[in-house]
C-alpha cells in the first residue's frame, strides 16, 4: 500500500490549493479515505472523509463550506480542494485508508497560509 500526497504549499490567506493523493498497492474502489493534518505542537485531526464511490463526504466544522473532497476511481486518486485558506489551516496534510483495521498514511504535504 502506497499513498503519496502533492499540491501543498506556501499561499496568502484567502487562496486556494488544490491537494492530490496518489494511491496504489490495493483496490483504491473498495475502501474510503480521508484527509487529516496535523500542525505543530497539536495532535493530527481528521479533516474531510470520502465514502468508497464518493457518495457520502464528511468534513470537520473549521473547514465545512470551505474545502471540498473528491475521489477518482478510475485513477486512483483523492483529492482536497482547499479554499478560502486561513492562517490556521497552516498544517502538513496527510492522506489515509483503512484496510482490515489497519491504517495506512502517506508521507503529508505541508500547506502554509501567510502573507
Known amino acids: 500500500v502506497q499513498l503519496v500526497e502533492s499540491g501543498g504549499g506556501l499561499v496568502q490567506p484567502g487562496g486556494s490549493l488544490r491537494l492530490s493523493c496518489a494511491a496504489s498497492?490495493?483496490?483504491?474502489?473498495?475502501?474510503?479515505m480521508s484527509w487529516y493534518r496535523q500542525a505543530p505542537g497539536k495532535e493530527r485531526e481528521l479533516v474531510s472523509f470520502?465514502?468508497?464511490?464518493?457518495?457520502?463526504?464528511n468534513y470537520v466544522q473549521p473547514v465545512t463550506g470551505r474545502f471540498t473532497i473528491s475521489r477518482d476511481n478510475a485513477k486512483n486518486m483523492v483529492y482536497l480542494q482547499m479554499n478560502s485558506l486561513k492562517p490556521e489551516d497552516t498544517a502538513k496534510y496527510y492522506c489515509?485508508?483503512?484496510?482490515?483495521?489497519?491504517?495506512?498514511w502517506g508521507q503529508g504535504t505541508q500547506v502554509t497560509v501567510s502573507s
Open positions: 489515509k485508508t483503512r484496510i482490515w483495521g489497519r491504517d495506512y
Open positions: 498497492g490495493f483496490t483504491f474502489s473498495n475502501y474510503a
Open positions: 470520502i465514502t468508497t464511490g464518493g457518495g457520502v463526504t
